[in-house]
T-cell receptor, first 109, second 119 residues
């Protein structure tokens, strides 16, 4: 399967700070999704972004498919942004998602 | 109006028992999945069903048997539970692989998870 690497593995921010999370993948993909796993364990869909740029409030994401990476930007972070952020991809010919190991974000007041 | 639901949310049981986890989706999707999240938070596919037919079966012990009575339901039955089965199990659904009417056609949506603890 496709290898998915996320960085950094851990991130601690002061409330109000901005951050960039990175996802590198090893092969061409048909699907790339960003998820937020909140402290209660729920996987929340943030973006479906196999290519291009999308924005949703304080969050935005960019995927450069030809260079096999995606970035998730969080601006003006809030304590409720804490949790683990996962990047997941689906390769051509595959049906399931391959997940990265996640970035654990802690936002302190 | 829950999209993907799972029951139970928590399951605590003894080694050797048999248990089932149920999943239902009301999104009209044809494809459903089971993923396992281990203690290190790593998520990995276990099974995928498309319109009630198994299309992926990763290296999962045959003690795990998925059953899809219809395309809105995908249940997971586990026989002879072992300590190493303790994990969070997530159900997900999507439209099948391939093109679709909108760009996000293949987006996967996840249920709330079932935390299984084997004692």
């Amino acid at each position: 399967g496709i290898q998915v690497e996320q960085s950094p593995p851990d991130l601690i921010l002061q409330e109000g700070a901005n951050s960039t999370l990175r996802c590198n993948f090893s092969d061409s993909v048909n699907n790339l999704q960003w998820f937020h796993q909140n402290p209660w364990g729920q996987l929340i869909n943030l973006f479906y972004i196999p290519s291009g740029t999308k924005q949703n409030g304080r969050l935005s994401a960019t995927t450069v498919a030809t260079e096999r990476y995606s970035l998730l930007y969080i601006s003006s972070s809030q304590t409720t942004d804490s949790g683990v952020y996962f990047c997941a991809v689906r390769g051509r010919g595959a049906n399931n998602l391959f997940f990265g190991t996640g970035t654990r974000l802690t936002v302190i007041p | 109006d829950t999209a993907v639901s799972q029951t139970p949310k928590y399951l605590v049981t003894q080694m050797g028992n048999d248990k089932s986890i149920k999943c239902e989706q009301n999104l009209g999707h044809d494809t459903m999945y089971w993923y396992k999240q281990d203690s290190k938070k790593f998520l990995k596919i276990m099974f995928s069903y498309n319109n009630k037919e198994l299309i992926i079966n990763e290296t999962v012990p045959n003690r795990f048997s998925p059953k899809s009575p219809d395309k809105a339901h995908l249940n997971l039955h586990i026989n002879s539970l072992e300590l190493g089965d303790s994990a969070v199990y997530f159900c997900a659904s999507s439209h099948p692989m391939g093109g679709g009417p909108i760009s996000s056609y293949n987006e996967q949506f996840f249920g709330p998870g079932t935390r299984l603890t084997v004692l």
